[in-house]
């Protein structure tokens, strides 16, 4: 059974950096099949995608974040990482990692980690 | 990007009864590349639907996916006291790919 787990700190001060991890588990992070995905969910309210990381490498960002995201792999240690830069108090959200096939018409979300809430606040 | 319009926004139903759910596309859904999931309070969403009408692993058959190009609906036919919860609906045919805003479905 896969399993995804994010980590980082709960609270980011305005204007610096959000950098959270997701380490999974029960399988293989360095598989081809799959793309690795970050989505937000500001409070009470509906789902972000943010984007996604090959374990090669290779990223898209949406548009609408793309200028602040950075995402990075390290498969020795199977996690995946999200960079959000000059945060604001907008960002404040559960942030989700999540699983994804690799192949057109499987970019559906069939893991998902549990979410951490990253308050952006001073 | 694809706008996703889910309707109504919070549907009032008892244990037993139908509830009927919608999403609607601001463009055409590439070869119907839609899913469905369902959130409980705390938890991360769960993959219901996908492929506008294919059920995932262990999801019991009273929800069913249907619809085409702009317009798609979740089902479920006899909720269960375990079914409510907020359910959104998510297209993967264009990047970037989006969500819908979500459906509740409260107890009555």
């Known amino acids: 059974q896969v399993q995804l787990q994010e980590s980082g700190p709960g609270l980011v001060q305005p204007s610096q950096t959000l950098s959270l991890t997701c380490t999974v588990s029960?399988?293989?992070?360095?598989?081809?099949?799959?793309?690795w995905s970050w989505i937000r969910q500001h409070p009470g309210k509906g789902l972000e995608w943010i984007g996604w990381?090959?374990?090669?490498?290779?990223?898209y960002y949406n548009p609408s974040l793309k200028s602040r995201v950075t995402t990075s792999v390290d498969t020795s240690k199977s996690h995946f990482s999200l960079k959000l830069n000059s945060v604001t108090a907008a960002d404040t959200a559960v942030y989700y990692c999540?699983?994804?096939?690799?192949?057109?018409?499987?970019?559906?979300?069939?893991?998902w980690g549990q979410g951490t809430l990253v308050t952006v606040s001073s | 990007e694809i706008v996703l319009t889910q309707s109504p926004g919070t549907l009032s139903l008892s244990p037993g009864e139908r509830a009927t759910l919608s999403c609607r596309a601001s463009?055409?859904?590439?070869?119907?590349?839609l899913a469905w999931y369902q959130q409980k309070p705390g938890q991360a969403p769960r993959l219901l639907i996908y492929?506008?009408?294919i059920r995932a692993a262990d999801i019991p058959d009273r929800f069913s996916g249907s619809g085409s190009r702009t317009d798609f609906t979740l089902t479920i036919s006899r909720l269960e006291p375990e079914d409510f919860a907020v359910f959104y609906c998510?297209?993967?045919?264009?990047?970037?790919?989006?969500f819908g805003q979500g459906t509740k479905v409260e107890i009555q």
């Open positions: 998510q297209q993967y045919g264009s990047s970037p790919w989006t």
């Open positions: 999540a699983r994804s096939w690799a192949y057109s018409g499987r970019y559906y979300f069939d893991y």
């Open positions: 492929g506008a009408s």
């Open positions: 029960g399988g293989s992070i360095s598989s081809g099949d799959y793309y």
């Open positions: 463009q055409g859904v590439n070869s119907n590349y």
């Open positions: 990381i090959y374990y090669s490498g290779s990223t």
